[in-house]
């Protein structure tokens, strides 16, 4: 069954340009940001919970959200940071404003050698591996939760998570795609915007229809 909709029906979808770096807690890391916009630096699996700064007159420019995401406001010159995270990792930093920089989030990654093959791969291998070969490919089941980007799905139609599956970083989710309205409608990139691939065995929902799919997304998937 897996297979069926690995052939019929696999997309690939565009997702925002995230610059990924891996920690060295034995050097300061030099970053170039924008000077006209926000940018969002993160740990990955992590959450920031202090910071230092110097000069001191950058505090200004720094802003530790609840989340874990620290966000750096745009403006001019050069400070150094030392970053904290939940689990106690720690990573210095050497930020340089520099002008035209697009603004793109900025994710810290663990050195996990063991986690190498899985994220060298395209979401789309993963999850057709996954539709293949299942748990005898190494994947287990996990318990599973709602997924922030479910929340961008078309008007009329409801995604109801029931599975999640997870092999190192990679994670898939299987769910019920329901059509609430009274016409088909069609899937299509633009219906799962915000998911990093998604297998479905057919391209229209019926008035009322209820179907499965697997997807994996942005949150914890690659």
């Known amino acids: ?18 610059k990924s770096l891996q920690f060295s807690e034995n050097k300061s890391l030099k970053i170039s940001v924008s000077d006209k ?3 969002r630096l993160s740990f990955k699996d992590d959450k ?5 700064v110097y000069p001191g007159e950058f505090q200004n420019n720094l802003s530790l959200h609840k989340s874990g995401n620290l966000f750096i406001s745009p403006g001019e010159g050069t400070f150094y940071m030392t970053l904290i995270g939940l689990s106690g990792i720690k990573q210095d930093f050497t930020i340089v404003y520099k002008e035209g920089k697009s603004i793109d989030p900025i994710i810290l990654e663990p050195k996990i050698e063991t986690h190498r093959p899985i994220k060298s791969k395209p979401a789309q291998e993963i999850l057709q591996d996954f539709l293949i070969t299942g748990s005898s490919d190494g994947f287990e089941s996990a318990s599973y939760r709602e997924v922030s980007s479910l929340k961008k799905l ?19 989710f299987e769910g019920i795609l329901k059509n609430q309205t009274d016409k088909a409608l069609k899937l299509n990139t633009t219906t799962f915007k915000g ?3 998604v297998a479905v065995k057919q391209t229209h929902i019926q008035p009322r229809e209820s179907i499965t799919l697997y997807f994996m997304t942005e949150e914890g998937a690659m």
């Open 195 to 197: 998911f990093k691939a």
């Open 48 to 52: 920031i919970v202090d910071l230092f």
């Open 1 to 18: 069954m897996r297979l069926l909709f690995s052939l019929i029906f696999l997309l690939l979808l565009q997702t925002t340009t995230v």
């Open 37 to 39: 916009g926000l940018t």
């Open 154 to 172: 078309n008007p009329g139609l409801v995604l109801k998570t029931t599975g999640h599956y997870r092999k190192g970083a990679a994670h898939v």
